[in-house]
Structure formats: C-alpha cells, structure tokens
C-alpha cells in the first residue's frame, strides 16, 4: 500500500477545504518581509517600500524531511515554480542533505496559486488510492503540461523585486497606468499585452478561456481591487460557454499578493488531459 505524503508551499491555494488525501498534506510556509529599496532606488516613496516573499530555507525543509520521514515512505515535494522564487532550489538542496530512509521526489510545478492546488489535490487523491510514487510523478508531470495561466500584474514594482524587470522599466510602466497581462509559460511569466481599461481585460479573460475545447477547471484569483475585474460577467461566460465545468472564485492570499502585488488577478485552466 502507498504510503506517501505530499509537501507544498504556502502559496498554493486549493479548490476545496476538504479534498480526498488531504491528511497527507503538509505545507511549509514562507515569510513575508518588510523591505525599503536603497536611496538611489528610481521609485517614488510610496511604491518604494514593497513586502518579500522569503522562501523557506534548505534547513527548513531538512526539518520537515525528518518529521514527515518518520510516518511516511515517500514524500513528495510540489513547489510554487522554480523561476518565480528560490523555493524548489532550497527544497532539491535539502533532499541531498537528508540522509533518513524515507524517499523525497521534488517536482517544479510550473505554476503557483490555483494550479498548484490542482497538482496537490491530485497527488494526494493518487496516493490515497494507493498509487506509487513513481506513479504520482509521472500522472503530474502530464497534468503540468495543461495547466495554463494568465496574471494581470497592474504593480510592477513587485516584478521588479522579483527580478522580472529593472525598477525604471517598473516605473513607467506603473505611471503609465496599464493593466499588463502575462501568460505563464513553462513557468515563466511571459508579457502577454497591456490593457486598457477593465473592459479591455475583461474581454482577454474571456478571449483566453475561449481558446479551450473543453477545461476540466477554471479558476478566477483576485486581489483587492475589484473594480479591475468585474466578475459577474466572466462568470457568466464561462457558465454559458462551459455549462459543465466548474469554475470558482478565491481571495488573492497574501504569500501571492507579495509576489505579484495586492491587485495582481490571476486566471487558472485545467484542460482536458488527452
């Protein structure tokens, strides 16, 4: 019988509370830190001060090793995407410290928030029902490749913390006041175009869930500013469109807002698998 836990960063959101497997999650939690920029930094003061996502450190994660080891086989570690933080670096760098029996199979999902959710409600589900480790990997490693995401990121200046960008370039973008979309591609994000005004990101939203056959998933992250994103109407659409796929709505949490920034909207899509 399987006996494997699944470990995942606190950046994953999930789309039910309660989910086949859930017990044999865990998530190790990253810090939020309080950052000024240098004094020569370009940004005016109010968009100088930014919060950090500090990613939990190699020792951090040897330590949940060892707990998890001594009730577990196998772990596996499913982490935000490896280009957008340190976090898969340290985890990898942790499992060659670990010397204790149990396995550890560390796996890039690509993605973060919704769709790594996805990933993990998936794996716990497979080993709950008993499937190999090496089963597990290779069932995600196919549902990675069809899961896709579109970010509008209207502060940029959280890009630039990310390494993303320069701090002028963040700038005038911001002062610009475009609403610019990525997409997110192998786990990078790749601008996608700038919109206008809410209307215009409204009418992107819909265009990119359009271009789906038939989505097993679709999921609406938002941050704290509604007025961006009406979503009564894409709600609508996708109701309309895709009568038979669930779609949800969730609150943009806080270990997401300090890396894309409080306003970022984030749309997930799970297609069909073939």
């Known amino acids: 019988m399987s006996n494997v836990c699944i470990l995942t960063d606190s950046t994953a959101q999930f789309t039910h509370p309660s989910f086949l497997?859930?017990?044999?999650?865990?998530?190790?939690?990253?810090?939020?830190?309080?950052?000024?920029?240098?004094?020569?930094n370009p940004l005016p003061r109010s968009a100088s001060v930014n919060q950090r996502l500090i990613p939990p450190s190699p020792q951090e994660f040897v330590q949940?090793?060892?707990r998890l080891g001594r009730e577990y086989d196998s772990i596996l570690v499913l982490t935000l995407s490896s280009l957008?933080?340190?976090?898969?670096?340290?985890?990898?760098?942790?499992?060659?410290?670990?010397?204790?029996?149990?396995?550890v199979e560390?796996?890039?999902?690509?993605?973060?928030?919704?769709?790594l959710g996805m990933l993990v409600q998936v794996a716990a589900g497979a080993a709950s029902a008993g499937a190999s480790l090496t089963e597990i990997e290779r069932r995600l490693?196919?549902?990675i490749s069809h899961?896709?995401?579109?970010?509008c990121i209207p502060e940029l200046t959280h890009l630039a913390h990310s390494g993303y960008m320069g701090y002028a370039q963040a700038l005038v973008g911001e002062m610009m006041g475009m609403l610019p979309i990525f997409t997110s591609e192998e786990g990078r994000l790749v601008p996608l175009e700038k919109a206008r005004t809410p209307r215009h990101l409204f009418e992107v939203f819909q265009d990119f869930v359009s271009e789906f056959e038939s989505p097993v998933y679709i999921a609406l992250v938002r941050?704290?500013?509604h007025s961006t994103l009406r979503t009564p109407p894409l709600r609508q659409f996708v109701q309309e469109a895709f009568p038979g796929t669930p779609f949800s709505e969730h609150p943009l949490q806080p270990h997401l807002a300090a890396l894309f920034g409080p306003q970022s909207i984030g749309l997930v899509v799970m297609e069909t698998l073939e």
Do not use: C, K, W
């Open 147 to 151: 899961l896709y995401m579109l970010f």
């Open 21 to 40: 497997g859930r017990e044999r999650v865990h998530i190790i939690p990253f810090n939020i830190q309080a950052g000024s920029q240098q004094e020569d």
């Open 106 to 115: 560390v796996i890039d999902s690509q993605t973060t928030t919704v769709g």
């Open 141 to 143: 490693r196919v549902i």
């Open 64 to 66: 949940f090793y060892a």
């Open 223 to 225: 941050g704290m500013n």
């Open 84 to 103: 957008f933080n340190h976090t898969m670096e340290h985890a990898l760098s942790a499992s060659a410290q670990y010397s204790n029996h149990a396995t």
